[in-house]
């Protein structure tokens, strides 16, 4: 387990509150985009049929969110992570509410400006980065927790999208979240958000290498492997998670079983995260991330030979317990491996990567099956891409094993 050496944790109760008060905002700000997941078919009855219209929509919110944390990172390093918050619980009404304009391109506009870029992008990497200062001994287990936010929503939104949906449809459903996001957000982020502690320069495992390399390597080339594995996983993760609810309704299975599936999927993701996050803190994030990546495939090749109801709730909750842990295993690597100055511009070009990732999975699948017809083909090629992630990080795995010290 890594510890901090001779050092006074900065870690108090009041570190476990903010980090809780940071899940319940990620967990509501992060349904916003199950709408279109869970309206999927609606919204593309609307577009000529073609899913990858609403695919495509949930895809940018994914990038949107991704780019959208190097820059307002930025900002909340300047104004406090406090004003971005609120800034971006007021950017997703206004998202989910230009999205029920009728157009496409505002649909693709309010998912991907408002709710991804100014949205959650003004929440997501600046959370990584604030919570990560306010833990130094569990700094795994925190992140694993917060990151938990979007799985947190998958697991409680889409059966409630699903009848609310039905009942008042897609447009009426956006439209009242949108005001929930801001009565319950702006409220959490006015009364818990303050600034974190003071940390040491640097972090548990010493101080920056004489030679100012990372594993013997320059520190951007091991940055950049981070990144494409980070963007390799992240194709097959999103592809289940945007396409479930269809993908059972192709098969005949009720739309609440296909909602309750993706809930399921998502609550078993909430709870192993908690799991990979104590493993993290144990063996290291690198080392996490290999082994999650590893049942993320072995789950994902299931979902190619799966049809029934009862077959597809068992792939689904397995592939839950293999993915939760990659995405906080990644940001615990870097805070490993880089000092933590570097974190405010790292973490969230990372998480970049990571969203470019799932908005190319997501998209993929939509139009994949727009041209077979079937979803195999979108699943067989998120085996090929998780089979490219494990080189990478196996190959830095590798590295890492053989290089000492690194340092947080």
Same mark, same amino acid.
């Given at each position: 387990m890594h510890e901090r050496i001779g050092l006074p944790s900065v870690e108090t109760r009041s570190s476990w509150i903010i980090a809780t008060v940071l899940l319940v905002i990620l967990a509501l700000s992060f349904g916003a985009p199950w709408i279109t997941i869970v309206a999927l078919k609606l919204i593309a009855a609307e577009s000529d049929g073609l899913r990858?219209?609403?695919?495509? /929509?949930?895809? +940018?919110?994914? +990038?949107?969110?991704?780019?959208?944390?190097i820059a307002m990172g930025y900002v909340a390093e300047r104004i406090g992570v406090r004003s971005t918050v609120i800034i971006g619980a007021v950017m997703v009404c206004i998202g989910l509410a230009l999205s029920t304009g009728g157009e496409t391109w505002q649909l693709y506009v309010g998912q991907g400006l408002f709710i991804g870029f100014f949205g959650i992008g003004a929440m997501n990497a600046p959370f990584y980065v604030y919570v990560s200062r306010w833990f130094d001994r569990r700094r795994g287990s925190a992140l694993a927790l917060i990151s938990s936010g979007s799985y947190v929503a998958g697991a409680i939104w889409p059966p409630i999208f699903e009848r609310a949906v039905a009942y008042a449809g897609w447009r009426q459903t956006m439209l009242y979240y949108g005001l929930f996001e801001v009565a319950v957000v702006v409220p959490l982020a006015v009364v818990f958000l303050r600034p974190p502690p003071k940390l040491p320069p640097f972090g548990a495992l010493g101080p920056m290498s004489a030679t100012n390399t990372v594993m013997g390597w320059p520190p951007n080339v091991v940055f950049a492997l981070l990144g494409a594995a980070g963007i390799f996983c992240c194709i097959p993760m999103a592809m289940p998670q945007a396409h479930l609810p269809a993908f059972c309704s192709d098969l005949g299975i009720l739309a609440s079983h296909g909602a309750a599936m993706l809930s399921v999927l998502l609550g078993t993701a909430f709870l192993s995260r908690q799991f990979w996050g104590w493993v993290a803190d144990r063996v290291g994030g690198l080392e996490t991330v290999l082994t999650g990546s590893a049942c993320q495939m072995v789950a994902m090749t299931a979902f190619m030979f799966t049809q029934d109801e009862v077959g597809l709730f068992t792939v689904s909750a397995a592939f839950g317990l293999g993915f939760a842990g990659i995405i906080p295993a990644y940001v615990l690597a870097i805070r490993e491996l880089y000092?933590?100055?570097? /974190?405010?511009?790292r973490i969230p070009t990372f998480l970049l990567c990571s969203g470019g990732g799932m908005a190319v999975g997501g998209w993929l699948?939509?139009?994949?099956?727009? @041209?077979?017809?079937?979803? &195999?083909?979108?699943?067989? &090629?998120?085996?090929?891409?998780?089979? #490219?992630? +494990? &080189? #990478?990080?196996?190959? +830095?795995?590798?590295? @890492?094993?053989?290089?000492?010290?690194?340092? &947080?």
């Open positions: 990858a219209v609403p695919a495509l /929509a949930t895809s +940018l919110a994914w +990038l949107g969110f991704g780019s959208g944390g000092p933590a100055s570097q /974190a405010y511009w699948a939509g139009v994949l099956y727009d @041209h077979f017809g079937t979803y &195999a083909p979108a699943f067989a &090629a998120g085996v090929g891409a998780n089979a #490219i992630n +494990l &080189a #990478i990080v196996g190959t +830095l795995v590798f590295r @890492h094993r053989s290089r000492s010290p690194r340092f &947080a």
